[in-house]
């Protein structure tokens, strides 16, 4: 064996333990470049997620039914531009800038969550956004809450309290609608039937399939593998929708004794992959809205710029 190869094994080897005897990785410890890279595309697609995220719902400030709830929908969506701006952060530690995270996803080289890329049709889309969609971003947040690098597992633990909270607020949306008019309550089934298969395809391909999957569950970037946590939303959301009176579009769905967990339908892979390569029904009005906010921005962050060259040169 080479002193080459010693000297790169060691410190991954070291990296390795770390990680396994559960210490958070710092900004400046020592990292593999795998593992700095997979960070970079984890957190920054988190992050567009949150950004872009907010269109669905923010198109529903204007026509929230009252007073209450336009209030309610408007500070849900500046809480997503903060859990943007937190995640964005996390990934500058890592020596990424967010004009080179924010161009890329411009240039179509990084991803977002697919649900985002759905339109909402009515009211009670916001809703099923709130409760469904959130409630499968917290089960995947909670996981990451103990995520192996420590500024995104403090940005994570924030988040998930404020998720927890928008979770609530679709599901509160929800009750009168599914317990209202026939008409309301068309409403809201129809809002579940769109819905449903998009959200389970949040979580991604099945294991087998993922291609940064084992190295992040081996770095504990990762805690819990898709399957894992598809199969746990599944497991706290069929009450929730028994409790709501809305029947979930599965036909195959149902309860496994001897597994403890609900079977569920498979997938239709073939619209996820549609989806994330940028051919959904909403792929391109979301980017474009974003990539325009971000052009007519452009004076602000020259503002800004002016401003701390000043200061530092006064």
Same mark, same amino acid.
């Given at each position: +064996?080479?002193?080459? /190869?010693?000297?790169?094994?060691? =410190?991954?080897?070291?990296?390795?333990?770390?990680?396994?005897?559960?210490?958070?990785?710092?900004?400046?410890?020592?990292?593999?470049?795998?593992?700095?890279?997979n960070?970079?595309?984890?957190?920054?697609?988190?992050? /567009?997620?949150?950004?872009i995220?907010?269109?669905?719902?923010?198109n529903?400030?204007?026509?929230?039914?009252?007073?209450?709830?336009? +209030?309610?929908?408007? $500070?849900?969506?500046?809480? @997503?531009?903060?859990?943007?701006?937190?995640?964005?952060?996390?990934?500058?530690? #890592?020596?990424?800038?967010?004009?080179?995270?924010?161009?890329?996803?411009? @240039?179509?080289?990084?991803k977002?969550?697919?649900?985002?890329?759905?339109?909402?049709?009515?009211?009670?889309?916001v !809703?099923?956004?709130?409760?469904?969609?959130?409630?499968?971003?917290?089960?995947?947040?909670?996981?990451?809450?103990?995520?192996?690098?420590? =500024?995104?597992?403090?940005? +994570?633990?924030?988040?998930?309290?404020?998720?927890?909270?928008?979770?609530?607020? !679709?599901?509160?949306?929800?009750? %009168?609608?599914?317990?209202?008019?026939?008409?309301?309550?068309?409403?809201?089934?129809?809002?579940?039937?769109?819905?449903?298969? =998009?959200? #389970?395809?949040?979580?991604?391909?099945?294991?087998? @399939?993922?291609?940064?999957?084992?190295?992040?569950?081996?770095?504990?970037?990762?805690?819990?593998?898709?399957?894992? #946590?598809?199969?746990?939303?599944?497991?706290?959301?069929? =009450?929730?929708?028994?409790?709501?009176?809305?029947?979930?579009?599965? %036909?195959?769905?149902?309860?496994n004794?001897?597994?403890?967990?609900?079977?569920?339908?498979?997938?239709?892979?073939?619209?996820?992959?549609?989806?994330?390569?940028?051919?959904? #029904?909403?792929?391109?009005?979301?980017?474009?809205?974003?990539?325009? $906010?971000?052009?007519? !921005?452009?004076?602000?962050?020259?503002? +800004?710029?002016?401003?701390?060259?000043?200061?530092?040169?006064?």
């Amino acid at each position: +064996m080479t002193d080459d /190869h010693l000297s790169n094994t060691e =410190p991954e080897a070291a990296f390795q333990e770390r990680v396994d005897n559960e210490i958070k990785i710092e900004p400046k410890d020592w990292m593999p470049e795998g593992y700095r890279r997979n960070l970079i595309r984890q957190i920054s697609q988190h992050a /567009h997620s949150e950004v872009i995220g907010m269109q669905p719902e923010g198109n529903w400030i204007t026509r929230a039914p009252t007073l209450k709830r336009k +209030m309610i929908l408007l $500070a849900k969506v500046q809480d @997503e531009a903060g859990h943007g701006l937190y995640l964005y952060s996390a990934a500058e530690t #890592l020596g990424v800038t967010r004009e080179d995270m924010i161009g890329a996803l411009h @240039e179509g080289h990084a991803k977002y969550a697919s649900i985002f890329n759905y339109p909402t049709l009515t009211w009670a889309d916001v !809703g099923v956004i709130g409760w469904l969609v959130d409630s499968a971003a917290i089960v995947n947040q909670i996981s990451l809450q103990r995520t192996s690098y420590g =500024p995104y597992s403090r940005a +994570m633990i924030r988040i998930c309290k404020e998720e927890s909270f928008h979770q609530r607020q !679709g599901f509160e949306i929800l009750m %009168p609608l599914a317990s209202g008019s026939l008409e309301q309550k068309a409403m809201a089934q129809d809002a579940m039937n769109r819905w449903w298969w =998009p959200t #389970l395809m949040m979580f991604g391909p099945h294991d087998s @399939e993922s291609v940064h999957g084992a190295k992040s569950m081996q770095w504990k970037i990762k805690r819990k593998s898709n399957d894992e #946590l598809r199969q746990d939303f599944i497991d706290q959301t069929v =009450p929730q929708a028994e409790y709501l009176g809305l029947a979930i579009p599965d %036909p195959d769905l149902k309860w496994n004794e001897e597994r403890g967990h609900y079977d569920f339908g498979e997938i239709d892979w073939d619209e996820f992959r549609t989806v994330v390569s940028g051919n959904g #029904l909403c792929n391109r009005e979301r980017l474009e809205r974003h990539s325009r $906010a971000h052009r007519e !921005g452009e004076w602000v962050r020259e503002a +800004m710029r002016a401003c701390e060259e000043k200061k530092r040169t006064a």
